[in-house]
Structure formats: C-alpha cells, structure tokens
C-alpha cells in the first residue's frame, strides 16, 4: 500500500515492512505458553506484544508505528464482553423469546457502541511520529451506520449487505483522523455492489455446475446395478474432485472478495491533499 501525494505527479510514498517469520515466531511462542499457563489471562497482553510488533516493523518514510495500549484496559473490555454473552446464554435457555428481543436491541443499541468504542480505542493508541491517530464520532452516528441498518440484511435476504458494508466503511473512515487531518471516503454504494456482483457471478456458475454434477449422479442412478458398479471408481474419483473444485472456488470467492474490498475501500480514502493506493491482487490473497 502507497500514499500518494495529489499535488504532485506521480509521487508514491510506499509503506514497508522489516519484520521477519524467525523474529515473530519467538513472540508468538511465547505468548501462546504463558496464554495456557494464565488460562487466557495473558491475552491482552499477548495482544499488545503482537501489535507493537507489527506497527514497530511497518515504516512509512523511515519512520515505524507505535501501539501504546494499556493492557489492562483491553481485559477489561473482554469481561465485560464475556458477562453479556453469560447473560444472553443463560437468558436464552431460560427465557427464548426474551433472548431474542436482547439480541435485536443488541444489535442495534449495544454493538454501535462497542464498534464506536473499539475503533476509537485502535485509533488513539497508534502513534505516528509521536502524533496519534483519532476515530471521532458520536453515538447516534454509530446507531445510525452500524445498529439499525445491519437488520436490513435479513429483511432483505442478504440484497441489501453491499449498502450495509458502505455505510460502516463511509462511517468508519470518514470519523477517523491523523491528528488534526482527517480522512475521507470517496467510495459509492455502486462501487460496492460492482465488487459483490462480481462474486456473485461466481457463485451463480458455480450453482450450474453442482446442478449440472448432481444431473450426472441421478443419470448414473438410472443405470441397472451392474452397470452402476462398473461407473463406482469412477463416480468416487469425481465426487472427490468435484468436492476438491467447490472448495478451491470457495477459497476464490473468499480472497476475492476480501481483496476487492480492501482495495476499493483504500483507493478510494483520501487524506491531507493525497490517497491511499492499494494493489493487491486476488492471487496474492490466496496464498496468504
């Protein structure tokens, strides 16, 4: 990923990173060890080691990212998480209907408020240049982008998610800010439904192919028994292949969505007279 200044041609300000798997896998083994030893108490800290990591080994004109997050502010975070998901578990086996209409205030009164918080948490301990980054909004902001039009999901069987993930994309870049700069989203609600038309596509192929797969199996059903045990090695070694294909597609499908996502959504941020540029290709997601 690059930023690239508008105000002067073709100048291209690449990020870098000089973290290496050895360096990595010395903090990861640790963390993971003292993880089982603590039953999961250390994982906040083990968070925070991980973060400080990655920022301190990600540079932008020679200089890295920080993370300055207090620990302790993160496990507190996650017990209070955890207390709510008791409640709701012990609620909905209790009292089912009650659970329900919890989850749908939780949705749209609860989870805003937790996203508005948690990205506003990330924000303002990554530090650049001792300068950090900020995620300024408001409640009714975060209600309005995030709790109420996630329930248009299921009203609309899936139809309306593109115009969903616009919303909380335009809402989570548009509230964040370096300093006193703040970023700003360009991106359109076509451009999102372009990206899911696309996987969509896929799927739709896909469909035909089980359909016309499925057409063979019943043809070979139709044949006497003797037959159909002369087709059986066969009819097994293309079962396993074509169960090997729809996961290969379904991995296609996962990587180019998330690449397309994450490129229109960075290619189309721009901040303090520039953008970001981001070109990674479906190819590259896939191996990751």
């Given at each position: ?9 073709d ?46 080994n ?10 300055v ?18 409640g ?17 205030l ?20 990554t ?9 300024r ?10 709790g ?17 993930m616009y919303?909380?994309?335009k ?7 370096y ?12 451009g999102?439904?372009?990206v ?45 292949l ?47």
């Open positions: 990923m690059d930023i690239v200044q508008e105000d002067q041609q100048h291209e300000i690449p990020f870098r990173f000089t973290g290496n798997a050895r360096e990595y896998f010395g903090i990861w083994i640790v963390n993971v060890c003292l993880m089982l030893v603590t039953l999961g108490i250390y994982a906040p800290w083990a968070k925070v080691r991980k973060k400080r990591y990655f920022y301190g990600t540079l932008l004109e020679g200089s890295p990212f920080d993370y997050a207090n620990p302790l502010a993160i496990l507190k975070g996650r017990v209070i998480a955890v207390v709510l998901f008791m709701y578990s012990i609620t909905s086996k209790i009292y089912p209907l009650a659970a329900t209409i919890m989850l749908a939780g949705v749209i009164g609860i989870l805003p408020w937790i996203v508005m918080r948690s990205f506003a948490f990330r924000a303002r301990n530090v650049w240049r001792n300068i950090r980054f900020d995620f909004t408001s409640y009714g902001e975060a209600v309005k982008h995030i109420a039009p996630t329930l248009l999901v299921p009203i609309t069987l899936g139809l309306a998610y593109p115009y969903v919303l909380q994309k809402f989570v870049v548009g509230n964040s800010a300093g006193k700069s703040k970023f700003e989203f360009k991106g359109t609600t076509g999102f439904y372009g899911y038309l696309g996987a969509a596509k896929i799927v739709l192929a896909m469909i035909v192919v089980q359909g016309l797969f499925y057409a063979l199996l019943l043809s070979v059903d139709a044949f006497s028994v003797k037959a159909a045990s002369a087709f059986k090695p066969l009819l097994a070694m293309t079962i396993e074509f169960i090997a294909i729809m996961i290969a597609v379904g991995i296609f499908i996962y990587a180019y969505l998330n690449t397309a996502i994450i490129n229109y959504t960075l290619n189309h941020t721009a901040i303090g007279g520039g953008h970001l540029k981001s070109i990674p290709k479906t190819g590259q997601m896939i191996k990751l």
